[in-house]
Nanobody, 121 residues
Framework: QVQLVESGGGLVQAGGSLRLSCKASGSIARINAMGWYRQAPGKQRELAATITDGGSTNYVDSVKGRFTISRDNAKNTVYLQMDSLKPEDTAVYYC???????????????WGQGTQVTVNS
């Protein structure tokens, strides 16, 4: 089994910062891309940021310059540093990772349980 466990969400004032963490655990052979998605009330889930196993990053335009994604491969952990937060960043943030487990030759996409981020104006 493979699990993703997120932490770091919470309530913050506009202009503040939060740091999300997501640790993968279980029968892991290799972790490929990792990322953060978010879903605001009444809206579809959208990509916020991704990072490849080589460290290449990609961001949705609305968070560029404010959010930074990084990963620690030794810890199987991905982070999302969120600065200059805005009320429109309020959403449930989900961690995603493409992982090849020790018991399967093919990689699969795994999701965390989600962590709430609320930004007050």
């Amino acid at each position: 089994q493979v699990q993703l466990v997120e932490s770091g969400g919470g309530l913050v004032q506009a202009g503040g910062s939060l740091r999300l963490s997501c640790k993968a655990s279980g029968s892991i052979a290799r972790i490929n891309a990792m990322g953060w998605y978010r879903q605001a009330p009444g809206k579809q889930r959208e990509l916020a940021a991704t990072i490849t196993d080589g460290g290449s990053t990609n961001y949705v335009d609305s968070v560029k310059g404010r959010f930074t994604i990084s990963r620690d491969n030794a810890k199987n952990t991905v982070y999302l540093q969120m600065d200059s937060l805005k009320p429109e960043d309020t959403a449930v943030y989900y961690c995603n990772a493409v992982i090849r487990s020790t018991w399967s030759p093919a990689a699969s996409s795994y999701w965390g349980q989600g962590t709430q981020v609320t930004v007050n104006s």
